[in-house]
């Protein structure tokens, strides 16, 4: 099993961290994590960060978990992987996700319909960058050259590059088929081993549609880690986060964090916890979710109890394991990480 590691995310930004972010990842690559992933929704973009830390690292690879495909045009997508690619040395990997209608149109401004043939067609015109390929390409939306004007099929100026992977954060049935169908990798929240089925059938039908099967896919998932014999605390802290998830990572018709979690068995709690949030009652939307949802979702206690949960994901059928360490300080976060790495590389090698 390999190990990664996350950067950004919705309120990435804020404190003006930067010099702290840089230092977790460059110890998070010398305690051995084989990745790190710069996250995107509505703070720090997930190109930026990796751009500069391609130059503070050697060897731990870089990937955008997610870039949003509704923000950019998917040449510019492919123009920006193959830069960071040579920057980095290779060491990059493209993560795509389609987000939701909230950020595409209250954000981006435009629509958000048909994401699963939205993302088809980005990869499609990616790959075509990749492999040094003009950019002609007709679909139902994008079509290049545009139609009745000057354009003309241009080749990136960049040379093709088709050896970076695609991973895809999916959650909808759809969206993990084409996951299956045509990515290298998949990113995964709203996961519990216990469930696992609930993704990862979709997923393989989708590889085994396009002739291969899901061993032939990177599953990565995360999970927040804590140690310690008194996990109270850690519990109430998880169940605030999962609130926010399940209330308010998406609208009240669509959110795709809780429409994974109803499918993976907490159908009552998901839909009780997002009625209370979008109430306004968000401590009453907490403590709805009940302590099991959060041990499924977190490797909490003491180095047994967590060596028996990283277990639970490797039976599971995950393949990399992005780590989210818990601490009030960097510090903390960073011996945790380290406790962390310590247990899934016994795991791996027992």
Do not use: C
């Amino acid at each position: 099993m390999k190990i990664a590691v996350g950067i950004g995310g919705p309120a990435s930004g804020r404190r003006r961290d930067w010099q702290d972010t840089v230092t977790y990842v460059t110890e998070a690559e010398a305690l051995g994590a084989d990745i790190a992933w710069s996250a995107e929704a509505w703070g720090m973009d997930a190109v930026s960060p990796l751009a500069f830390l391609a130059g503070r690292t050697r060897s731990i690879r870089l990937g955008t978990g997610i870039m949003q495909i509704s923000a950019r045009v998917p040449s510019m997508t492919a123009m920006t992987a193959l830069t960071l690619a040579a920057l980095s040395g290779d060491r990059f990997v493209l993560g795509l996700g389609a987000s939701g209608p909230q950020v595409v149109e209250g954000l981006h401004g435009v629509p958000f319909a048909k994401p699963v043939s939205r993302m088809r067609e980005t990869i499609e015109i990616v790959r075509q960058a990749f492999a040094g390929e003009p950019l002609a390409f007709e679909g139902e939306h994008f079509v290049l050259p545009r139609p009745g004007g000057e354009g003309k099929a241009l080749r990136l100026a960049q040379p093709g590059n088709d050896r970076i992977p695609i991973y895809l954060a999916t959650l909808s049935p759809r969206s993990l088929e084409l996951t299956g169908e045509l990515a290298n990798g998949w990113l995964g929240t709203s996961f519990t081993p216990e469930h696992a089925e609930s993704f990862f059938a979709h997923i393989a039908r989708g590889a085994e549609r396009a002739g291969r099967s899901i061993g032939d896919l990177d599953l990565q998932v995360g999970a927040s880690v804590a140690f310690g014999d008194d996990v109270g605390p850690a519990i109430r802290t998880r169940k605030q986060g999962l609130a926010f998830t399940l209330g308010a990572m998406g609208s009240a018709r669509s959110n795709f964090y809780n429409a994974a979690f109803r499918r993976g068995g907490f159908e009552d709690v998901a839909v009780e916890s997002q009625r209370l949030w979008l109430d306004g009652r968000r401590e009453q939307a907490a403590e709805r979710i009940p302590d099991e949802m959060v041990r499924q979702t977190s490797l909490l206690g003491d180095e047994a109890a967590i060596r028996e949960r990283i277990g639970a994901y490797r039976r599971a059928g995950v393949t990399t394991l992005m780590l989210q360490p818990s601490g009030r300080t960097l510090s903390d976060r960073l011996d945790t990480l380290a406790r962390a790495i310590d247990l899934v590389r016994q795991g791996s090698l027992g």
